[in-house]
T-cell receptor, first 115, second 114 residues
Framework: AQSVTQLDSHVSVSEGTPVLLRCNYS??????LFWYVQHPNKGLQLLLK??????LVKGINGFEAEFKKSETSFHLTKPSAHMSDAAEYFC?????????????FGQGTTLQVKP | DARVTQTPRHKVTEMGQEVTMRCQPI?????VFWYRQTMMQGLELLAY????????DSGMPKDRFSAEMPDATLATLKIQPSEPRDSAVYFC????????????FGPGTRLTVT
């Protein structure tokens, strides 16, 4: 069965410093992987997705993620944090080969950005 | 800019009352999901539809929750009777198909049951 683990429930960085949000996945096949962001009192917005093309995926707002099969990881990074990046981030994996369209969500990482 | 829309955005109701939440998926998307988000449980999948047919509603309390798609542009989630433990944010999401496509989320309905 597919699963995803976000290794940090809370990450705090200073504005202008790099961001690293860690995610490990478990899948018996080549998965589709996503990062979503949720700002307070908002819906979930797609940041980026990996679907077996380039292993380094660029998303919106300067975020990127690298798919590492050997490490079963899909960490999210940004070179320089902005105050507006403060939000909840979810690492997500597609369910499986049954093609249900269902997504498996991680528990989320809260990113705090300090001035 | 195509978006998923949800109504109402906020709903406050008393225990025992019926609540109906509505979702309009992105035009052309054939798969619609209902999620519930709480601080304690996080994001939970309640039910989903493909081509208006329910595929899985195992995440829903069957005795009080029901979900339907009267047509391709409208999905509804109904709670009857509502209970305080139903207080949560309910999200609708839609996608164009299967096989690893991303889901697009609506802004949510924040439900408070007193």
């Amino acid at each position: 069965a597919q699963s995803v683990t976000q290794l940090d429930s809370h990450v705090s960085v200073s504005e202008g410093t790099p961001v690293l949000l860690r995610c490990n996945y478990s899948s018996s096949y080549s998965p589709s992987l996503f990062w979503y962001v949720q700002h307070p009192n908002k819906g979930l917005q797609l940041l980026l997705k990996y679907t077996s093309a380039a292993t380094l995926v660029k998303g919106i707002n300067g975020f990127e993620a690298e798919f590492k099969k050997s490490e079963t990881s899909f960490h999210l990074t940004k070179p320089s944090a902005h105050m507006s990046d403060a939000a909840e981030y979810f690492c997500v994996v597609s369910e499986g080969t049954s093609n249900t369209g269902k997504l498996i969500f991680g528990q989320g990482t809260t990113l705090q950005v300090k001035p | 800019d195509a978006r998923v829309t949800q109504t109402p955005r906020h709903k406050v109701t008393e225990m025992g009352q019926e609540v109906t939440m509505r979702c309009q998926p992105i035009l052309g998307h054939n798969t619609v999901f209902w999620y519930r988000q709480t601080m304690m449980q996080g994001l939970e999948l309640l039910a989903y539809f493909r081509n208006r047919a329910p595929l899985d509603d195992s995440g829903m309390p069957k005795d009080r929750f029901s979900a339907e798609m009267p047509d391709a542009t409208l999905a509804t989630l109904k709670i009857q009777p509502s209970e305080p433990r139903d207080s949560a944010v309910y999200f609708c999401a839609s996608t164009i198909g299967t096989g690893g496509y991303e889901q697009y989320f609506g802004p949510g309905t924040r439900l408070t049951v007193t």
